[in-house]
């Protein structure tokens, strides 16, 4: 697998889907999109869900994504769909045992730490959509992997830039506990 293709291929779907989102809706004011639902059965791997939320779809939990707004942006997962047949062709078909699995998640989720670290960064410099605020972040929120989220959270958003969103900072050190 080409990883940094497929980086920059996410990278360019989020950033466009994002960029839609905000055009269409001129009048919200998106805070965070997180990339969540990560999903490989040892058969088939899946995009996982981009979604998008806004100051005001906010809850007491900001960053749950089922709890979004726009909890799956299909566009993205769509536009994916053929480099994650490809990942499921390349490691797992004919694969019999969990090192396959493992091996794949493991690549997949440094590279869409990479994907979230430079959406941020494009975000930040108004690349995406110039109603984004300054604070705005792309990140990896996967309660269901349990202890793995705080990891995943630390990999995805860049260490100068997670002090710049509170509230994100407060979740991981509850999730830190």
């Keep these: 697998m080409d990883w940094t293709a497929f980086e920059t291929v996410w ?3 989020g950033c466009r889907t994002l960029a839609d989102l905000a055009a269409a809706h001129p009048d919200e004011r998106l805070y965070a999109a997180a990339f969540h639902l990560f999903y490989n059965d040892g058969a088939q791997i899946l995009s996982p869900a981009l979604a998008a939320n806004t100051e005001g779809c906010a809850a007491d939990d900001r960053f749950a994504p089922p709890e979004w707004r726009w909890d799956v942006l299909d ?6 769909r053929p480099w994650y047949l490809r990942l499921t062709e390349e490691f797992l078909t004919g694969a019999d045992d969990d090192e396959a699995v493992n091996s794949l998640d493991a690549a997949h989720d440094a590279a869409m730490a990479r ?6 960064a494009t975000a ?5 959509h110039a109603t984004l605020p300054p604070g705005f972040v792309v990140v990896i929120l996967e ?3 349990g202890d793995e989220e705080a990891d995943l959270i630390r ?3 860049d260490p100068e830039v997670l002090p710049t969103v509170p509230e994100l900072a407060s979740y991981l050190r509850k999730l830190d506990g």
């Design 11 to 13: 990278h360019d779907t």
């Design 75 to 80: 566009a993205a997962s769509d536009a994916m």
């Design 115 to 120: 994907v979230c670290r430079a959406m941020t």
């Design 124 to 128: 930040r410099r108004g690349g995406i």
């Design 143 to 145: 309660g269901q992997r």
């Design 155 to 157: 990999a995805s958003v």
